[in-house]
């Protein structure tokens, strides 16, 4: 297991629906981040918190809203979702600001939401 | 236009040969390159990192950088069929920026 895990593993919802993804890394990382994979495009990062701190938000739609109440959880709120926004969303966990480089550029990837909007 | 290129295959090759795996990208200060693996329905997971010019072995995977030629590439030796997967090139340009950017990866059979 990788140590960071989502809830939850498949979605199904409505254009009207409201709902929340959940991450969680047990790995005492201080970096998270949410991407998005849709068939045949790269991974897409949305967002990254650093130290609970967004420090990155890729031109990401109001409708996708980021909350990050300490470094271990990760949410993603969801509203009026289209249904071009059905893909694999993956939380993803680092360790920055450790020497040994190799180990603080890491990400460790969840298992992903696998999400389908109507 | 994209930043970070693969071709998307599907790439075949016969097990116990050699698979070359190949990307380049588009920013000239990257600084950092890994290559991650994405097996059907899971999630990616790293298999290299390479930050210098030239090769990095780790087992029968070894990372090839050329930073003149913005082009980075992994090549798997003994492929198993336990290797078919979709190998995913990333980037990284400024140490301490956490933004890693993705190619839409290269899919590999391993045929047995």
């Known amino acids: 297991e990788t140590g960071v895990t989502q809830t939850p593993r498949h979605l199904v919802m409505g254009m009207t629906n409201k709902k929340s993804l959940k991450c969680e890394q047990h790995l005492g990382h201080n970096a998270m981040y949410w991407y998005k994979q849709s068939a045949k495009k790269p991974l897409e990062l949305m967002f990254v918190y650093n130290f609970k701190e967004q420090t990155e938000n890729n031109s990401v739609p109001s409708r996708f809203s980021p909350e990050c109440p300490n470094s271990s959880h990760l949410f993603l709120h969801l509203h009026t979702l289209q249904p071009e926004d059905s893909a694999l969303y993956l939380c993803a966990s680092s360790q920055p600001g450790l020497a040994d480089r190799e180990y603080q550029e890491t990400q460790y990837f969840g298992p992903g939401t696998r999400l389908l909007v109507l | 236009q994209k930043e970070v290129e693969q071709n998307s295959g599907p790439l075949s090759v016969p097990e116990g040969a050699i698979a070359s795996l190949n990307c380049t990208y588009s920013?000239?200060?990257?600084?950092?390159f890994f290559w991650y693996r994405q097996y059907s329905g899971k999630s990616p997971e790293l298999i290299m990192s390479?930050?210098?010019?030239g090769d990095k072995e780790d087992g029968r995977f070894t990372a090839q950088l050329n930073k003149a030629s913005q082009y980075v590439s992994l090549l798997i030796r003994d492929s198993q069929p336990s290797d078919s997967a979709t190998y995913l090139c990333?980037?990284?340009?400024?140490?301490?920026?956490?933004?890693?950017?993705f190619g839409t990866g290269t899919r590999l059979t391993i045929i047995p």
């Open positions: 390479i930050y210098s010019n």
């Open positions: 920013d000239r200060v990257s600084q950092s």
């Open positions: 990333a980037v990284k340009s400024n140490f301490g920026n956490e933004k890693l950017t």
